[in-house]
């Protein structure tokens, strides 16, 4: 085995886990992500992040919808790798499939600036008025139950900028 693969290989006790569907069950219900079953390092899973940014830089949207749906599986909480999905479905000309992508990344990090912007950017692009303004009623509601959490500063700040995004479309 090369050295070099070594961070890539899945944990015994990942495996082991991966195999014993009550096992399983159990890792699922204590809410693990299959990174953290598999025993993968933050950094490792960055590194597979950069080669799907790599292969949607090369155009390769395909490849790198694919690499970027790997990741969503593997740790759904980062708002990145939906973004990424989504990005790349948008230039198949998959735009449902992009939306959702986009409204994953809301759900998952519903403080991440980004989401909303490139939900919105492409429900104005697509001419969807009303869906573009579900997703700001989403995220005003949102904003409204989070009052004085830091966490949303940046999504508060910002807001009015998303809400011009709209009305100017």
């Known amino acids: 085995m090369h050295k070099d693969m070594e961070p890539y290989l899945m944990s015994k006790e990942g495996l082991k886990i991966l195999k014993d569907p009550e096992l399983f ?54 708002p990145s790798f939906w973004i990424g999905f989504g990005t790349c479905m948008k230039y198949l000309g998959k735009i449902d499939d992009a939306m959702m992508a986009y409204k994953m990344s809301i759900i998952f990090a519903p403080d991440y600036f980004p989401s909303y912007q490139r939900a919105l950017q492409l429900a104005v692009d697509e001419g969807r008025t009303e869906e573009a303004g579900n997703i700001l009623e989403l995220m005003e509601a949102i904003l409204s139950t989070e009052e004085g959490n830091p966490e949303f500063d940046e999504l508060r700040t910002k807001s009015p900028t998303l809400q011009a995004l709209v009305k100017q479309g």
């Open 25 to 78: 069950g159990k890792a699922m219900n204590e809410e693990q992500t299959l990174q953290e079953i598999m025993g993968w390092e933050t950094e490792t899973v960055l590194d597979m992040y950069d080669a799907a940014v790599r292969l949607a830089g090369n155009n390769r949207y395909e490849d790198a919808s694919d690499a970027f749906f790997f990741l969503t599986t593997i740790n759904p909480n980062i």
